[in-house]
């Protein structure tokens, strides 16, 4: 397409900016992402096409429309990206619930975004997500203080009295109030903090692990599964030390029931990481470590409930065992240490 075909197709969307569709609340923009229109590549830029508003009836905004194609055409998703962040940069000026509604809609696909789209993009798209928190009532936020804690959830965008009182104490550290819009359960057990989970893993850009939204995304993730990663650890201790004992005292039967349990309740755990991340599980190291030490220990009380008589092997067998185990608990210790996360 020559210049003067791109500018006289400008024309043509500018010209239809305001264009409306009912009963659905779409735009030019809607239309065109429906129908995959090539169009969509080369769009004007928000600051000479300004479209009234860009989320649907049904709470979806162009970029949905996009990505729901079969053939994704990742140059008219770049573009349509790029059109509804400059979109938020002119509306963030002043907080207001139009940069709520498009910020809660672009959370359903923030996987994608962070994954498919330009790095560029998605940093600012990271930046437009993390923003200085809004008040009620233009209540100012102080800059001097110290935090209770470093995350809170809230229903609400705002900064409200229960959630100042929870995270806010006097102090003289300067501090800052900032909200992460994108509409999430963040709470770690969930659905939401599992596909984040599975995302950051993906992602494959050290300079967006530094932006703000990410870090303390990873912080909050990190604080609220703490004490399912100490339990992990303590019983993992517990396990290598009654391993430990027991070569002192073979022929336990009591031992022998006890890591044969403490071993099948971890290869549990691991069934069910799989089960999550499916094969994205056996992309790590550790994964596959402990699967195989675990079913190896169940396997030499299994020699051991059989009485075999070749007790060299056992003992080389029992002498591996506690050699991957404490390398293994080695790793999970690091979680105390300050750069373990």
């Given at each position: 397409?020559?210049?003067?075909?791109?500018?006289a197709?400008n024309e043509?969307?500018?010209?239809?900016?305001?264009?409306y569709?009912?009963?659905?609340?779409?735009?030019i923009l809607?239309f065109?992402?429906?129908l995959?229109?090539?169009?969509?590549?080369?769009?004007?830029?928000y600051?000479?096409?300004?479209v009234?508003?860009?989320?649907d009836?049904y709470?979806?905004?162009?970029?949905?429309?996009l990505i729901a194609?079969?053939?994704i055409?990742?140059?008219?998703v770049?573009s349509?990206?790029?059109?509804?962040?400059d979109?938020?940069e002119?509306k963030?000026?002043?907080?207001n619930s139009?940069?709520?509604?498009?910020t809660?809609s672009l959370s359903?696909?923030?996987?994608?975004?962070?994954?498919?789209t330009?790095?560029g993009?998605v940093?600012?798209?990271?930046?437009?997500?993390?923003?200085?928190?809004?008040?009620?009532?233009?209540f100012?936020?102080?800059r001097f203080g110290?935090s209770?804690?470093r995350?809170?959830?809230?229903t609400?965008t705002?900064v409200?009295?229960?959630?100042?009182?929870k995270?806010?104490?006097?102090?003289?550290?300067?501090?800052?109030f900032?909200?992460?819009m994108?509409k999430?359960d963040y709470?770690a057990t969930?659905?939401?903090?599992l596909?984040?989970a599975?995302t950051?893993?993906?992602?494959k850009?050290?300079?967006l692990?530094?932006?703000?939204?990410?870090?303390n995304?990873?912080?909050?993730?990190?604080e609220?599964?703490?004490?399912?990663?100490?339990?992990n650890a303590?019983l993992?201790?517990?396990?290598?030390?009654?391993i430990s004992?027991?070569i002192?005292?073979?022929?336990?039967?009591?031992?022998?029931v006890?890591i044969?349990?403490?071993?099948a309740i971890?290869?549990?755990?691991e069934i069910?990481?799989?089960?999550?991340f499916?094969t994205?599980?056996?992309?790590?190291?550790?994964n596959?470590?402990d699967?195989?030490?675990?079913?190896?220990?169940?396997?030499?009380?299994?020699?051991?409930f059989?009485?075999?008589?070749?007790?060299?092997?056992?003992?080389?067998?029992?002498?591996i065992?506690?050699?991957c185990?404490y390398?293994r608990?080695?790793?999970?210790?690091?979680?105390?240490?300050?750069?373990?996360?």
């Amino acid at each position: 397409m020559n210049l003067k075909e791109q500018s006289a197709r400008n024309e043509i969307l500018i010209a239809y900016q305001d264009l409306y569709f009912t009963p659905h609340n779409w735009n030019i923009l809607h239309f065109l992402s429906i129908l995959n229109n090539d169009v969509v590549s080369s769009i004007p830029s928000y600051a000479d096409m300004k479209v009234p508003f860009l989320v649907d009836k049904y709470g979806k905004t162009p970029l949905h429309y996009l990505i729901a194609h079969e053939s994704i055409d990742f140059l008219a998703v770049n573009s349509m990206l790029k059109y509804i962040l400059d979109y938020l940069e002119e509306k963030g000026q002043d907080y207001n619930s139009e940069y709520k509604t498009v910020t809660d809609s672009l959370s359903e696909i923030a996987p994608f975004i962070l994954t498919k789209t330009s790095p560029g993009l998605v940093e600012r798209f990271l930046k437009l997500s993390f923003i200085s928190s809004p008040t009620v009532y233009n209540f100012e936020l102080p800059r001097f203080g110290d935090s209770e804690t470093r995350s809170s959830f809230s229903t609400e965008t705002v900064v409200e009295t229960d959630t100042y009182n929870k995270i806010y104490q006097k102090g003289q550290d300067m501090i800052s109030f900032q909200t992460l819009m994108l509409k999430l359960d963040y709470n770690a057990t969930s659905d939401d903090m599992l596909d984040m989970a599975l995302t950051l893993n993906s992602m494959k850009s050290e300079e967006l692990f530094r932006c703000p939204a990410i870090s303390n995304l990873i912080q909050h993730l990190w604080e609220n599964t703490q004490l399912v990663r100490y339990i992990n650890a303590l019983l993992f201790t517990i396990l290598m030390l009654i391993i430990s004992v027991y070569i002192g005292n073979e022929g336990s039967v009591a031992l022998e029931v006890i890591i044969v349990t403490l071993s099948a309740i971890f290869l549990l755990s691991e069934i069910i990481q799989f089960k999550f991340f499916k094969t994205e599980y056996f992309h790590h190291f550790w994964n596959w470590s402990d699967i195989i030490f675990h079913v190896f220990v169940i396997a030499v009380m299994i020699t051991r409930f059989c009485e075999m008589d070749n007790d060299l092997l056992t003992k080389w067998l029992l002498s591996i065992v506690v050699i991957c185990g404490y390398t293994r608990l080695a790793s999970h210790l690091r979680l105390f240490t300050p750069t373990s996360n």
